[in-house]
Nanobody, 122 residues
Framework: QVQLVESGGGLVQPGGSLRLSCAAS????????MGWYRQAPGKQRELVAT???????NYADSVKGRFTISRDNAKNTVHLQMNSLKPDDTAVYYC????????????????WGQGTLVTVSS
């Protein structure tokens, strides 16, 4: 069974930094794209940042220049360094593995973590 486990959320003051991490496990052969999404109270889930297996990145306009995504393909991990945090960044952050291929599987799947809460407040 595939699992994505996030860590690193918490409470931070405006202007502060946090680093989120996500580790995927479960007899994984390859993951095409890993990324982060977030959902604020009363809002829809939105893309924050993604990174392909070839290290191509995509960021939401609202986080460009403040957040940096990185991944380790060999370890099936993805990280999100968040700097200059704002109250509007408050949300549950979800790790995503898109087109995840398990060893011996004929079809890829889309996997999500359980979410980690980030609260930006003074």
């Amino acid at each position: 069974q595939v699992q994505l486990v996030e860590s690193g959320g918490g409470l931070v003051q405006p202007g502060g930094s946090l680093r989120l991490s996500c580790a995927a496990s479960g007899n994984i052969f390859r993951i095409n794209t890993m990324g982060w999404y977030r959902q604020a109270p009363g809002k829809q889930r939105e893309l924050v940042a993604t990174m392909s297996s070839s290290n191509s990145t995509n960021y939401a306009d609202s986080v460009k220049g403040r957040f940096t995504i990185s991944r380790d393909n060999a370890k099936n991990t993805v990280h999100l360094q968040m700097n200059s945090l704002k109250p509007d960044d408050t949300a549950v952050y979800y790790c995503n593995a898109d087109r995840l291929w398990r060893v011996g599987s004929l079809r890829p799947l889309d996997a999500w973590g359980q979410g980690t809460l980030v609260t930006v407040s003074s």
